[in-house]
């Protein structure tokens, strides 16, 4: 995964953080076929603890490196963000959005977020 080789090059000067909001599929909503074939179907968390296991479900199966933030049941995170579509943001030391990738899951460019990070590194 290209975002680990990021945070591993970057994780020295950078916090990187993936952030769980609210479930995109759950299992009564909208499906990917991926999903379904690979048996990944997870009721909508109605509790930070439920959020909470199906968010390190996620970070296991996607075998992602950095560490995982949760936002809470009441999806403040999302709601300031903006999460869905949008997946990748940069935030810089002042809280200002440096990068913002497009509607996800493959919306982003990783030569265009790398040259934003390296600008905000310095």
Same mark, same amino acid.
């Given at each position: 995964?290209?975002?680990?080789?990021?945070?591993?090059?970057?994780?020295?000067?950078?916090?990187?953080?993936?952030?769980?909001?609210?479930?995109?599929?759950?299992?009564?909503?909208?499906?990917?076929?991926?999903?379904?074939?690979?048996?990944? !179907?997870?009721?909508?968390?109605?509790?930070? &603890? %439920?959020?909470?296991?199906? *968010?390190? /479900?996620?970070?296991? #199966?996607?075998?992602?490196?950095?560490?995982?933030?949760?936002?809470?049941?009441?999806?403040?995170?999302?709601?300031?963000?903006?999460? !869905?579509?949008?997946?990748?943001?940069?935030? &810089? %030391?002042?809280?200002?959005? *440096?990068? /913002?990738?497009?509607? #996800?899951?493959?919306?982003?460019?990783?030569?265009?977020?790398?040259?934003?990070?390296?600008?905000?590194?310095?």
């Amino acid at each position: 995964m290209r975002l680990n080789e990021l945070h591993a090059k970057y994780k020295d000067r950078v916090q990187f953080y993936l952030v769980y909001i609210r479930e995109a599929h759950p299992k009564r909503g909208w499906q990917v076929p991926n999903n379904l074939i690979e048996d990944i !179907l997870y009721d909508e968390p109605t509790t930070d &603890d %439920e959020r909470t296991e199906v *968010a390190a /479900a996620c970070q296991i #199966g996607l075998d992602v490196h950095m560490p995982m933030l949760i936002d809470g049941i009441d999806n403040d995170i999302d709601e300031k963000y903006v999460g !869905l579509p949008m997946r990748l943001f940069l935030v &810089d %030391e002042d809280g200002k959005i *440096a990068y /913002a990738g497009d509607k #996800g899951p493959f919306g982003w460019d990783d030569e265009a977020f790398e040259a934003a990070l390296r600008e905000v590194i310095g």
